[in-house]
């Protein structure tokens, strides 16, 4: 269970509660999906008492349906950064805190989420205790899937496939990105996904820059390529998924750009072994790009992990030695862009299995061009 997770990671980090503000870290230890925009939730966990969660009233009902039995709402005014919100929310934190006998003890923060100005808060509420930073800790509880999530994350990439295809289905010169974007979040809600983990991708031409550049009014046109990034939400696990297609039959230039792209993403996924660190990863993909003269037409990092976000934490870039482990599920990514040619961007999902092998997820091929 993942709360008994949280409590032995309590006791060798020599932390006695956590205090978590974080949507995508409540919503992976209770259930329940903080309501974007009613105000901010808490969640406050002990080694030995129950959990408490701290909700909006308007989220009040929602939360009932959430593992935590505990729940106690406060009033939220309809401007989520006014005063009256602010202390409504500090009271109901200072009396549970309060309860739990935590104000003197040790108390987990998620330093990379909450501002310096609530940090500040906390300390005056609690000039006692003594805060630690277990944002990294969180990063290491999510990343590990069981099962279930695996399932779920593997049912929200069959989703965001089949919007792929009718992207591919759909784009020709003439047509604005904006319309294939329509025709594959239409394809995404009839196969099954309640959202989209980030806006629709579809980029043309010199909009194929940024690889996640929102779907335009631009009309697209002969002869370039164009981006296709899809997040499918299912059971709110994200997938994420790129391909790359061209109008009409790409010129040598453009076949090489390309070709350079999908066979720097195939490198890597055929190279995963037990052990591997994101940087390897990074590594592997930048040696084909280095190789072929196209190192500095990289676009920023070479894949990242994937959950209840499409982008989550370890990032794989040069700088990152965190290894991937059992129970992960990783994207790959690889992104080059030329001034006169346009951009390609490829991102495939992977598992790597309790078992120490990995399994490509994907059924689109990369070969869209």
């Known amino acids: ?82 005063a009256t919100e602010s202390v409504a929310l500090e009271n109901c934190i200072k009396e549970v805190v309060e309860s739990l006998n935590l104000t003197s003890r040790i108390i987990g923060v998620e330093l990379d989420f909450v501002t310096a100005r609530w940090f500040e808060k906390l300390k005056h509420l609690f000039p006692e205790a003594g805060f630690k930073d277990i944002s990294s800790i969180l990063i290491e509880l999510r990343m590990a899937k069981d099962e279930a999530e695996i399932e779920h994350l593997k049912a929200s990439l069959k989703i965001a496939e089949c919007g792929v295809r009718t992207a591919i289905e759909v784009i020709q010169p003439g047509i604005t990105e904006i319309e294939v974007a329509a025709e594959v979040e239409h394809t995404l809600r009839k196969a099954g996904a309640t959202g989209t983990g980030y806006p629709t991708v579809i980029a043309s031409g010199p909009n194929t820059r940024c690889p996640y550049a929102r779907a335009s009014n631009r ?13 499918a939400v299912y059971q709110e696990y994200c997938s994420d998924v790129a391909r790359t297609v061209i109008t009409r039959k790409p010129n040598k230039s453009q076949k090489h750009l390309f070709e350079c792209a999908r066979s720097s993403l195939e490198v890597a996924i055929e190279q995963l072994t037990p052990g591997i660190s994101c940087r390897d990863i990074a590594l592997l993909v930048y040696s084909v790009a280095e190789e072929q003269g196209y190192a500095e037409n990289l676009f920023g990092t070479m894949g990242h992990s994937i959950g209840l976000q499409p982008r989550e934490q ?56």
């Open 314 to 369: 370890p990032l794989f870039n040069f700088d990152n030695d965190t290894p991937i482990i059992p129970g992960q599920v990783f994207c790959i990514e690889t992104g080059l862009h030329r001034p006169k040619l346009g951009g390609v961007y490829l991102c495939d999902m992977i598992v790597h299995q309790k078992d120490e092998t990995f399994t490509l997820l994907n059924e689109v091929p990369l070969t869209t061009v």
């Open 219 to 231: 009309e697209i046109r002969d002869s370039e390529f164009v981006v296709i990034a899809i997040s």
């Open 1 to 82: 269970m993942r709360l008994n997770r949280v409590k032995r990671t309590m006791t060798r980090e020599e932390v006695d509660g956590f205090l978590l503000f974080n949507p995508f870290n409540i919503r992976y230890l209770t259930g329940h999906k903080p309501t974007e925009g009613l105000g901010p939730s808490a969640l406050i966990l002990t080694k030995d008492g129950a959990p408490w969660l701290i909700v909006p009233q308007l989220d009040l009902e929602l939360a009932k349906s959430s593992w935590i039995k505990n729940i106690r709402p406060y009033q939220s005014n309809p401007l989520p950064s006014s």
